[in-house]
């Protein structure tokens, strides 16, 4: 025998009597008798699983002798004190001493490793009991059978459980030691993100109750999530529990999710633990209860264990005891030809029978996995069942061909929950300590302060928020059905600065007009957008519709009006004074005159009136006036149709193309997401962009025309025009862009809540009343004002007035000169104008109708009377026409002005789950004689190099009462920044600890799923890289041995992983 079995020889004789290994059997051990098979059974005496599990194989071989009569089997236990290295030692030496022909256990995946590579070496086949095993572990131990049932289905039970209760998040918590977790976390992770929930936290308990216990239910006491899912030894648990229930965490708003390997042992926990766990809600594997076979075991079991363990108050058995009974039957008929080894292998796997757990059929050397599950709530003294989940099927009250599924465990009925509530906690809370009030961002520069406004007092003591987003976020936590204490905080900066704050935990949410932009999604997340999205373009308009009651009048402007009355009434004084010698009716009083002048200066726009004018020079003037009277009623009866029937609203700019070519400059506002989009997505030169700080200044630069258009977002849109009402008007197609929202961090469970209370605040009217207020007490500052307009001004006709003008002027000197010969009638016409212009400015002196009272002595001529009374009418006339004509050449204009405004894990302990099973005989073993051999020589011991030497070399060093040693690595952040730098967002760890979630959340990245390889180049290695390869994300941290490591590459360059992306 070599030396290293020898070492083995002298370990197993001296561990097993210091730690009281003893040997059970049927009849005492005969090596060579005929019709005798050994058994081995290696258990932990400490623990219920051991002990049901001891009484329970003792049981199966007897009812097999019983039922056989003639063949003897021979067990032989030893205690591996839950210890991976005393199970390892205990297999070896069952083999080379009491000749085993099997190994019945252990029950944790930690010793199967072990015991499993000890079985292979010397052809032992080993029946596990242990929760999980990998699917690589066939491969690599071919002795390895799996007597308990997988429970990975399980994840997906508790999965539809949180999904049933509307909850988004759980907190995992696990056994740092538990090498299971490496296979059922996985699943539960997946599990979850296909009901749309996920693991917001793993937090890792260790072995032993210690301090570091209180700290990490201190830690996950003070974050949000209530949902706890426990996967942790039956141990553990309790004092899990029963810590818990000291911190006050098994009140109210806490729900507690347990998984098998707690929930099946429920049943042995005595009433202090039961009383530490009301509430929790359980999932544990279901097996048939009701058959006479099992009730039977039923009645044996409780009185054996009672005699065998008369300590333990229930005697009640479990799944475990079923598994173990089923495993040992099983083992006992496939040795009825005393075969060994491979043969002893083969038959064992050939079993076929229903046992107390189920059907006992293997397949690749393991049973069918379990695909139904019985769900639990703690509640009294004991629990009740709530009801069954099957895989495929869902929840039900019962289980049978009568069943009735339900997509939902609410249709189940009332679940007691933790403190004792009826109602459904809501998954999350938050912490009312001040020191976990919610510190809450709020922009200072926004522009248009209708929706955000931070003001100082006078004293600068003090600052006041006020503005629509304000008063909604207000309303939407009083609508909260809980207290949200928050303070809130101003920020100086760019709307991206402060989204980024957020990701940098200086905020714990925004609010203001913060717009929902893809790019911010890297850093937080936002809530449905209470506003309108879209952005606008705003241009100035050309003209504006007047006011209607005097639209008749819009047609021409005031200077035209006035001049076509004024070259009117020239031309009927024109006509009346060629006509008045002709015609009676012309004659008369002054005021007779006046009307007479008045009727035939407006008349002739309307008629001819050729018949009844007597001289050619009257006729000559009113052919030319009445040609003018026509093109400019023409002209007015078009003009005033096209402002009746079409607005007169025209867009200085039609569309951004026009602005594209021009070059011309356009505006948004400071801070805001649009300069990117106007540069990015419109492609405006970036020095074609401008941004303004207020309203005012937008309107100053578009009525300067320093920028063209200014493109705001749909709700400063709405408040710009409707505070400018007139001089600007939107253009173009609203393009696609996110509203406005508040903004939280990612995976915030504040989240679901502040989104579903802001809805309830939008549907009532709340914020179209803010807003209706808001918009009604903007009064348009250019209702009164006149721009650019399309009335018609001098300057189009002026041709026409020149004409006319000149024509009656010409026919008036005319008509003068040839009258010259009638000195008298041309006195008298003098006399008369100065009597006229004398009594004009002297009210008291009436004018007489008698030709006496002229008194022709009583004038005083000029010298040359009769050319200065020939020529003064015609000056005269003359003198008016150049005023009138002065008139018509004054050019009136009007200036715009345009104004717009702005926009704006965890190091791995690597537990012994690949690495161990792989090196127990080489590495591991040479660490172990190491640390026996050298018991009491040293006082330090150097190395190992492997948690999984450090955890056997470790469980001797205790012994030893060898100092502690020291973990010597800390990688999450720095892998966390990696990840961070190389903008990734999503990542997949080869490893379940390699970095913490958590670390990755705080740069905005999350894990996909978690991915457990095999220790070795193995088919289940290529599938594992096959469905890495199928999946989505490209990114993988890899935490593995140099080994290992070294084959995942090779594997996966043949793969053609390693190329681009």
């Known amino acids: 025998m070599s030396q290293f079995a020898l070492l083995f020889y002298f370990l197993i004789t001296v561990s097993g009597f210091r730690e009281g290994i003893t040997t059970f059997g049927n009849a005492n051990t005969i090596e060579n008798e005929p019709g005798i098979g050994i058994l081995g059974a290696i258990i932990d005496n400490s623990s219920r699983v051991g002990k049901e599990g001891r009484v329970a194989i003792q049981m199966a071989l007897d009812d097999h002798f019983d039922s056989t009569g003639n063949q003897r089997l021979v067990l032989h236990v030893r205690n591996s004190q839950g210890k991976p290295s005393q199970a390892a030692l205990a297999a070896k030496g069952l083999i080379d001493e009491q000749k085993v022909q099997a190994i019945l256990g252990p029950h944790t995946w930690e010793e199967t490793s072990l015991v499993a590579e000890v079985g292979s070496e010397t052809h032992t086949p080993i029946v596990s009991f242990a929760e999980a095993n990998p699917k690589w572990a066939a491969e690599l131990w071919p002795f390895l059978v799996q007597a308990s049932r997988n429970q990975l289905k399980h994840m997906e039970a508790i999965a539809d459980i949180v999904q049933s209760w509307e909850w988004h998040q759980v907190t995992v918590i696990y056994g740092d030691r538990d090498s299971s977790a ?90 202090s633990t039961i009383s530490s766990m009301q509430g929790i809600i359980g999932v544990k594997s279901y097996f048939p209860e009701s058959g006479n076979q099992f009730k039977d075991f039923d009645h044996r079991f409780r009185k054996r264990f009672s005699m065998e363990h008369p300590e333990d108050g229930n005697n009640e058995p479990g799944i475990f005891a079923a598994q173990a009974y089923d495993a040992a039957r099983a083992v006992a008929q ?48 004991s629990y009740r069942e709530v009801g069954y989940w099957s895989d495929g099927l ?8 009568g069943a009735t599924n339900r997509s939902s465990m609410r249709d189940l009925g009332q679940v007691f929950w933790p403190g004792g509530p009826w109602y459904t906690p809501k998954g999350w809370a938050v912490p009312t300590t001040n020191a976990n009030v919610l510190r809450i961002g709020v922009p200072t520069g926004a522009t248009f302060k209708q929706y955000v406004n931070v003001k100082k007092d006078p004293l600068g003591n003090n600052l006041s928020f006020s503005g629509i987003a304000i008063d909604l976020f207000k309303a939407t936590v009083n609508e909260l059905p809980y207290h949200l204490p928050y303070e809130l905080f101003p920020f100086e900066g760019t709307y991206d600065s402060l989204v980024k704050q957020i990701h940098l935990h200086k905020f714990d949410a925004v609010v203001g007009d913060v717009a929902i932009v893809s790019r911010r999604y890297e850093h937080a997340e936002f809530t449905h957008p209470y506003t309108e999205s879209g952005l606008i373009m705003i241009v100035p308009v050309r003209s504006k519709t007047c006011n209607k009651a005097w639209l008749f009048m819009k047609p021409f402007t005031k200077a035209m009006w006035a001049l076509i009355g004024a070259i009117n009434v020239y031309n009927g004084f024109v006509v009346w004074l060629i006509e008045r010698n002709y015609c009676p009716e012309l004659k008369g009083s002054v005021l007779n005159q006046i009307g007479s002048l008045i009727w035939l200066s407006f008349t002739t726009l309307f008629s001819l009136q050729g018949d009844k004018l007597h001289s050619n020079f009257s006729r000559m003037t009113m052919v030319v006036w009445l040609f003018m009277a026509l093109i400019i009623t023409q002209t007015y009866t078009a003009n005033l149709a096209s402002m009746l029937t079409v607005q007169q609203l025209e867009p200085t700019v039609a569309d ?37 700080n207020s309203t005012e200044e937008y309107d100053l630069a578009l009525r300067s025309k320093v920028i063209a258009a200014a493109f705001l977002e749909a709700p400063f849109a709405k408040i710009f025009l409707a505070k400018y009402c007139k001089a600007f008007m939107p253009v173009g197609p609203t393009f696609k862009v996110g509203g406005f929202g508040f903004v939280f961090p990612k995976g915030s469970m504040l989240l679901p809540s502040v989104t579903e209370a802001m809805l309830k605040v939008t549907e009532r009217g709340d914020l179209r009343t803010l807003e209706n207020s808001m918009l009604a007490s903007l ?7 006149d721009g650019a307009n399309p009335s018609l001004s001098p300057n189009s006709f002026w041709v026409l007035f020149v004409l006319t003008g000149g024509t009656s002027t010409i026919a008036l000197v005319v008509y003068i000169f040839n009258i010259r010969k009638s000195i ?24 007489s109708r008698r030709d006496s009272d002229i008194n022709e002595e009583s004038h005083a001529y000029p010298s040359n009377a009769s050319a200065l009374q020939a020529q003064f009418p015609a000056l005269l006339s003359f003198m008016v026409f150049v005023l009138i004509f002065k008139q018509t050449l004054r050019i009136y204009g009007s200036s715009d002005r345009t104004k ?44 190992p190099q492997t948690w999984e030497e450090v955890s056997l070399v470790g469980n001797r060093s205790v012994e030893l009462s060898s100092s502690s040693f020291t973990k010597a690595f800390q990688s999450d952040e720095a892998v966390a920044a990696m990840i961070q730098f190389w903008e990734q967002n999503q990542v997949t760890p080869l490893r379940l600890q390699v970095i913490h979630p958590k670390a990755l959340k705080h740069v905005g990245a999350e894990i996909v799923q978690y991915v457990a390889l095999p220790p070795s180049a193995s088919c289940s290695l290529s599938d594992q890289l096959g469905r890495l390869k199928s999946s989505q994300c490209r990114v993988f941290v890899v935490h593995l041995s140099i080994p290992a490591a070294v084959q995942l590459i090779e594997k996966a360059k043949r793969m053609k992983k390693k190329e681009k992306d």
């Open 182 to 271: 490496n296979e059922v976390l996985p699943h539960l992770s997946d599990a979850l993100r296909q009901v749309g929930a996920e693991i917001s936290h793993l937090v890792a308990l260790p072995p032993f109750a210690s301090s570091s216990l209180i700290t990490e239910l201190e830690k996950i006491q003070n974050d949000q999530c209530r949902v706890f899912v426990v996967h942790l030894s039956a141990p553990l648990a309790v004092q899990l529990f029963e810590k818990a229930k000291e911190m006050k965490m098994m009140e109210k708003d806490y729900v507690w999710i347990t998984t098998d390997p707690i929930t099946s042992l429920v049943h042995s926990f005595n009433a």
């Open 334 to 381: 496939a040795m009825t030809e005393s075969s060994k080894g491979r043969k002893l292998l083969a038959k064992l796997l050939r079993s076929d029978f229903h046992g107390l757990s189920g059907r006992i059929k293997f397949n690749d050397q393991k049973l069918a996995p379990q695909h139904v599950f019985q769900i639990i709530n703690v509640n009294g003294k």
């Open 394 to 401: 869902g929840f039900s009250e019962t289980i049978g061909e």
């Open 656 to 692: 951004v193309d026009a602005l594209l070519r021009t070059n011309a400059m356009v505006g948004y506002c400071k801070g805001s997401f649009v300069s990117a989009y106007l540069t990015e997505v419109l492609r405006f030169p970036h020095n074609n962009i401008m941004q303004f």
């Open 779 to 785: 009064k348009c500052l250019d209702a009164e004002t």
């Open 824 to 847: 008298l009638v041309y006195k008298t016409n003098w006399k008369l104008i100065l009597d006229v212009m004398k009594r004009w400015g002297n009210p008291n002196r009436r004018f």
């Open 900 to 943: 717009d405004d702005n926009f704006v894990g965890i190091g791995a302990n690597v537990d012994t789950e690949q690495r161990v099973a792989m090196q127990i005989g080489k590495e591991q073993r040479v660490a172990m004689q190491m640390a026996y051999c050298k018991e009491g020589a040293s006082q330090t011991t150097l190395g």
